[in-house]
Structures are given as C-alpha cells and as structure tokens.
Nanobody
C-alpha cells in the first residue's frame, strides 16, 4: 500500500510547540518534493512549508520564523517543527508528497490523512 502517515498533532497552548512527522510507507522508494498544508474550518487548504529532495525550503509568510520543515531522505520522512504557536494556526495539517516513485509505479502526488492541531488556552 502506498501511503503517508502523519503524527504529532494535538492540543497546545498559545506560545507552545509541536512537532509533526510524516512517514512514507515502505513501498515508496523516493520522493521529490514534500510539504505540509493546512486547512482551517471554513477555509481553503493552504501551503505551510515545502522542501525539495535537495533540502531547499519555502514557507508561508504567516509561519516564517516560527516553523521549520526538514526531511530524512533515507527514511522518506518529513517533519514540521512548530514554535510560538498561535490560535490562528489551528487546522488540520496534511502531508504531501510530489514526484513519488513506488513499488507500484510513479505517482504525481500523494496526500496523508491529516492530523489536527489545536492551539487554545
């Protein structure tokens, strides 16, 4: 089965930190770009941060200086370290993989199931 599995979401107070992880299944051999998106209630899904296989990164303006994306290419895993969290960061966070080579062939894009992050006192 070809899938991405996210973990690390939860409830945190404003100013707190969380670390999200997204692990690819063993059937995935390599991934070009990986990223994190989020969708808040009543809003469209938006890009939070992305990273290439060469570790070039880009961030949404709203999270620059607070969030850090990283990846372990050997494990096909991507992380999102979120610091100084704000209530407006509350959303379901989705992992995305683009340019994926798997045991079953190539996929242009794969999404994880999402993990909920709630920032509230």
């Amino acid at each position: 089965q070809v899938q991405l599995v996210e973990s690390g979401g939860g409830l945190v107070q404003p100013g707190g930190s969380l670390r999200l992880s997204c692990a690819a299944s063993a059937t995935i051999f390599s991934i070009n770009h990986m990223g994190w998106y989020r969708q808040a209630p009543g809003k469209e899904r938006e890009l939070v941060a992305a990273i290439t296989s060469g570790s070039s990164t880009n961030y949404a303006d709203s999270v620059k200086g607070r969030f850090t994306i990283s990846r372990d290419n050997a494990k096909n895993t991507v992380y999102l370290q979120m610091n100084s969290l704000k209530p407006e960061d509350t959303a379901v966070y989705y992992c995305n993989a683009a340019g994926v080579r798997t045991y079953y062939g190539r996929y242009s894009e794969i999404w994880g199931q999402g993990t909920l992050v709630t920032v509230s006192s």
